[in-house]
C-alpha cells in the first residue's frame, strides 16, 4: 500500500504561483507514474498533468506552459508548480501514484491505485 499526502495548496491572486509537495510512502516510488488531477465542485476528476517513469512529462491543454510537474525520486515526491494562475484553475488537486497499462491513457483516474486525500487551490 502506497500513501501519498499533498501539501501546498492554498488561495493566491489571480497571477499568482503555487507548489504543490506529495511525498509519498513508496520503497519503489521510481516505478510509478505520478500523475496530478484536480476536481471542481459539481465536475468530474480530470488529468492535469502527468510523469512517467521514464520519458516525457505530459499536461492537460489547459495548463500546458502554466504548470510544471517534476519528480523526486531520491526522495519519493511528485511536485506541481502552478504558475500564471487563473480562476478557472479552482479545485481540489489530488496526486496518485499508478503503473499505466498499455494502451492506457495518462488521465484515466482508473490507471491509478493510490490517491492523496487532495490539497485545495482557490484563485480569485
Known amino acids: 500500500h502506497v500513501q501519498l499526502v499533498e501539501s501546498g495548496g492554498g488561495s493566491v491572486q489571480a497571477g499568482g504561483s503555487l507548489r504543490l509537495s506529495c511525498p509519498t510512502s513508496s520503497s519503489t516510488f521510481s516505478s510509478y507514474c505520478m500523475g496530478w488531477f484536480c476536481q471542481a465542485p459539481g465536475k468530474a476528476r480530470e488529468g492535469v498533468a502527468t510523469t512517467p517513469t521514464f520519458g516525457s512529462a505530459t499536461y492537460a491543454d489547459s495548463v500546458k506552459g502554466r504548470f510544471t510537474i517534476s519528480r523526486d525520486n531520491a526522495k519519493s515526491t511528485v511536485y506541481l508548480l502552478m504558475n500564471s494562475l487563473k480562476s478557472e484553475d479552482t479545485a481540489m488537486h489530488y496526486c496518485?501514484?499508478?503503473?499505466?497499462?498499455?494502451?492506457?491513457?495518462?488521465?484515466?483516474?482508473?490507471?491509478?491505485?493510490?490517491w492523496g486525500q487532495g490539497t485545495q487551490v482557490t484563485v480569485s
Open positions: 496518485a501514484a499508478g503503473r499505466i497499462r498499455v494502451g492506457g491513457r495518462w488521465n484515466d483516474r482508473r490507471e491509478y491505485g493510490y
